[in-house]
C-alpha cells in the first residue's frame, strides 16, 4: 500500500480544482448543488445524494488507466459474471469469523486441500495452509516461520549473539526485502551475472551459514518470467549439508508460477516432491485466476509451521486458530477462489495457462521479428517476456517505447535491471486470462506504427532512467 500525504493546499487555495456537478446528477431538483461543489479534501459539511456521490467518483476513475491493457500488473483483470455475483454475496463476510460463516471457513479449507494435493504434499490430508491477502503477506508468514523454528533451534545464540540471515537473488520482488526489514533479517541477495538474471544454486549456497533460516527460490521472477531453479537449488544445500552439517529449508515463492508449472510443466519438480521445501506460496489474484485479494501460503507438514506462531480467538465465537497479519478481511476473494477451481478444474487450468503461454510466446517471437528487439526471455516459463532493444537501435530505448505505448493506452513497464546489469534497460510484457490473441495483435500493430517515427529520433528522450516510466519495479 502506498503511504500519501494530506491535501497539499487548503480548499480555499484549490479553487481551481473543484469537483463539478453535472445538474442530471441531482435527484429530484437537478439543479440544486450548482452553486457550490464538495470539497475533495475535507469531509462534507453535509451529505450527497447517492447518485451524486457515484456519479463524482465513477468520473474521476475514468482517468484511471485500462486494467485490461495493463502489460505491466500480473493480477487478474477478468472475471466471468457469476464469480462477480459470488462476491458481491460474500463480502460482508469477515473471513476471521469462522463460527459465524462456517461454509465460508468450509471452502478455505478444501482450498488449502487442493492447492496441498496440487503441489504434491506427502500428505495431503495433513499439510497446513491459509488464505492470506496475497503472496506478500504469504511470504511473510512464511518467513516467519522460516525465522521462528531456526530461533527455536539456535536457542543459546539467538536473540543474544546470532542474527539470522535469509539467501535469496537480488530478483526477488519487494515483500522480501520487507519482511528482513521489518523483522531484523539480514538479505543475502545472489547477484545477477551476464546472462544469469536470477538466483544461481551454488552461489547461493555458499552465502549459508548457521545463521540461515532459509532460501527463497522463486517459480517465475518478475523481472523477466524465468523460473529459478528450485531443484538445484535444494542439491546445492543437500551437498552442503553433506559437508558441514547445516540442514537449510527453501521457502518455493511461487506467486505466478505455482499456478502455471502444475498445469503445463508436468515433468518439472519443484514443489513438496522435493524434501527440503517445506513451504510454497501463491498468489491467488495472479495466475490464479481471482481478483485482487487472495493469497495462499502452505506448509509441507504442522511441524514446519510452529504452533506459537498460531493464535486461537474465541471472542467472535468458538475456537479459531489463525495465522495472519490482517484479522478482518472479506470472504468474498475465498469464494471466487474456490469458485474457479470447481469451475475449471485441472484440464480448464491447463487450458488458460496454456492459451496465455501461446500468447505471450507469439507476441514474443513477432516483436523479435520487427528487428529492432533483442528478446531476453519468450514466454516459454511465466506467459511473461523481457525485451530489450538491440545494439544497433541509437534513436530510442525502452523507455521511449514505453512512454509512446501509453499514448496508445498500453501500459507496458520499461525499468532496469538491479546491481551488477544496471546496464540494461527493457520492457516487461505480462500475458494473462482476458489478454486474447486478438489484443496482442493489436499491441503489435500499434508498436509496428509507432517505430517509424522513433526510428526518426535524434536520441533516446529519456533522459533521466527513474522518469522514463511510471512503472518502478
Known sequence: ??????????DDSRKGRKLALNPFFGEADPTAGMTSAPPTHRLPDGPLPPSTAYGLVHDELMLDGNSRLNLATFVTTWM???????????????????????????????????????????????????????????????????KRRWAAKNPDRYPATARPNLVMGVNVQVCWEKFCNFWEVEARLVPMEGERFHIDPQAAADLCDENTIGVVGILGSTFDGSYEPIAGICEALDALQERTGLDIPVHVDGASGAMIAPFVDDDLVWDFRLPRVASINTSGHKYGLVYPGVGWALWRTPEDLPEELVFRVNYLGGDMPTFALNFS?????????????????????????????????????????LGDFHLLTRGDELPVFAVTTTPDVKAYDVFDVSRRLRERGWLVPAYTFPANRQDLS????????????????????????????????????????????????
Open 80 to 146: 466471468e459474471p457469476q464469480a462477480g455475483v459470488l462476491m458481491a454475496e460474500c463480502r460482508d463476510k469477515n473471513m476471521i469469523d469462522k463460527d459465524e460463516y462456517p461454509r465460508t471457513a468450509e471452502l478455505e479449507r478444501r482450498c488449502v486441500a487442493m492447492l496441498a494435493d496440487l503441489w504434491n504434499a506427502p500428505d495431503p490430508t495433513n499439510a497446513v495452509g491459509c488464505s492470506t491477502t496475497g503472496s506478500s503477506e504469504a511470504c511473510m508468514l512464511a518467513g516467519l516461520a522460516l
Open 426 to 473: 527493457v520492457l516487461r510484457f505480462v500475458c494473462r486470462n482476458g489478454f486474447s490473441s486478438d489484443l496482442a495483435e493489436l499491441l503489435l500493430e500499434d508498436l509496428r506504427s509507432l517505430l517509424p517515427e522513433l526510428r526518426e529520433q535524434a536520441h533516446p528522450l529519456s533522459r533521466d532512467k527513474n522518469a522514463g516510466t511510471s512503472f518502478h519495479h
Open 1 to 10: 500500500m502506498a503511504l500519501h500525504k494530506g491535501s497539499h493546499g487548503s
Open 329 to 369: 478481511r472479506p470472504g468474498a476473494q475465498v469464494v471466487a477462489q474456490y469458485y474457479t477451481f470447481l469451475r475449471l478444474g485441472r484440464e480448464g487450468y491447463r487450458a488458460v495457462q496454456q492459451t496465455s503461454r501461446d500468447v505471450a510466446r507469439g507476441l514474443a517471437e513477432r516483436i523479435e521479428a
